[in-house]
Nanobody
Framework: QVQLVESGGGLVQAGGSLRLSCAASERTSGTAGMGWFRQAPGKEREFVAVINWRAGITYYSDSVKGRFTISRDSTKNTVYLQMNVAKPEDTAAYYC??????????????????WGQGTQVTVSS
């Protein structure tokens, strides 16, 4: 069982930057994909970004493409989400997710096996 712990959430002004981290409890050699989802109050959970752990290939939602960057550090079993040019509509609880196999569609939460508890990001206008 992989445990995921997110950190780095907080309050940021519009146009600012924030970096989220997600640390896995065990070696990520058995993890094929790690990604981020978010959920705003009253809205459904939505895909943000994912990285194919072995290949290093990344995918993003259209709403964050060009502003957010997902990356990994295998030595620390950690995935990061660098959020730049933050917008008020980015306000949400951000959840880290991991999958044993890289399944498609990667933007479906159903294709992930493990989830973190979430970290809140608030972007003020």
């Amino acid at each position: 069982q992989v445990q995921l712990v997110e950190s780095g959430g907080g309050l940021v002004q519009a146009g600012g930057s924030l970096r989220l981290s997600c640390a896995a409890s065990e070696r990520t050699s058995g993890t094929a994909g790690m990604g981020w989802f978010r959920q705003a109050p009253g809205k459904e959970r939505e895909f943000v970004a994912v990285i194919n752990w072995r290949a290093g290939i990344t995918y993003y939602s259209d709403s964050v493409k060009g502003r957010f960057t997902i990356s990994r550090d295998s030595t620390k079993n950690t995935v990061y989400l660098q959020m730049n040019v933050a917008k008020p509509e980015d306000t949400a609880a951000y959840y880290c997710a991991a999958s044993r196999y890289f399944r498609y569609p990667y933007y479906s939460g159903e294709n992930y096996d493990y989830w973190g508890q979430g970290t809140q990001v608030t972007v003020s206008s």
